[in-house]
């Protein structure tokens, strides 16, 4: 009688202990499994999104000006917003992301891959502009105007966004793509093959990690990249407010007065501003 009573007890104990090691167990199982659904680290942070972002790759290393504001730019839009980037040069992990830029040596804007390094690509922008394009310039030529448009608060068919869409390519966009083609903005006593006016592309590339810093680790450039993406974006999007709020405005001044200059002298060469404001004869082309 007492040996089966005992026998009761240790059956119990037992029971009692399995049953905390189960709770324990899947205690565990359910944190990890919210972990991992509920946090996805992306470009500026974690979010708490319970579907799989889309994922954004470009190359792992040293960066540039390009991908930097590629990957910004390419955030912007409704079919990419807060994705997730993946910085590697594996070839098996750039296959299966859903868009790639500056890396992988593919250009094919049905499958959001935009690359310029591979032989015989020669796109350009197009609307009078010649320079061949780096990723910056891919993403722009594709999603430039969806960009603009959000940013606005416009319609994309919107005349403004058809305006300025090829005018803050101009003055912002082509000098990415140009210096990092190694394109030199002068040829001897030729006009400038492009506007260089924020020297942003240096800028960038001083964001790298420094030779002398001790810590080159994954973690760390990928830090300098997020800041890299950041200060080019936020120049990006200074650049469309600036265009849009100044020199949209001068452009209509200038395009008015331009229209009645017969009036002015039978020559057409003078024009007289109704107002002070800034004046470009590259305006005339947008």
């Given at each position: 009688m007492y040996a089966v009573r005992g026998m009761r007890q240790k059956l119990l104990i037992f029971q009692s202990q399995c049953h905390r090691k189960a709770l324990s167990t899947s205690n565990k199982l359910l944190k990890a499994t919210?972990?991992?659904h509920c946090y996805i680290?992306?470009?500026?942070g974690l979010s708490t999104a319970t579907a799989r972002p889309k994922r954004v790759g470009t190359h792992d290393?040293?960066?540039h000006c390009d991908e930097a504001l590629a990957c910004f730019m390419i955030r912007l839009t409704k079919k990419f917003s807060s994705s997730q980037i993946v910085r590697t040069r594996d070839s098996q992990v750039l296959e299966n992301l859903d868009a790639v830029v500056d890396v992988g040596g593919v250009y094919d804007p049905t499958q959001d891959r935009y690359d310029h390094h591979q032989r015989g690509f020669e796109q350009v922008f197009g609307h009078g502009c010649t320079t061949k394009l780096s990723s910056a310039g891919l993403v722009y030529k594709h999603y430039g105007a969806e960009i603009i448009a959000k940013e606005l608060e416009l319609?994309?068919?919107?005349?403004?966004?058809y305006r300025l869409f090829p005018a803050v390519y101009k003055?912002?966009?082509e000098a990415v793509d140009a210096i990092d083609n190694g394109i030199d903005q002068y040829d001897m006593d030729q006009p400038?093959?492009?506007?260089?006016?924020?020297?942003l592309s240096y800028r960038v590339g001083r964001l790298n990690l420094d030779w002398v810093d001790p810590d080159h680790s994954s973690e760390r450039e990928n830090e300098a990249f997020q800041h890299a993406m950041t200060v080019a974006g936020n120049?990006?999007?200074?650049s469309i407010h600036f265009h849009a709020k100044s020199w949209l405005p001068a452009?209509?001044?200038v395009m008015e007065c331009l229209s009645v200059r017969n009036d002015i002298d039978s020559s057409g060469e003078i024009i007289v501003l109704t107002r002070s404001c800034p004046v470009s004869k590259q305006w005339m082309c947008y």
């Open positions: 919210e972990k991992s680290y992306g470009a500026c290393g040293s960066f319609d994309v068919q919107h005349l403004n966004v003055n912002f966009v400038p093959r492009y506007v260089n006016a924020t020297g120049e990006f999007l200074e452009r209509s001044i």
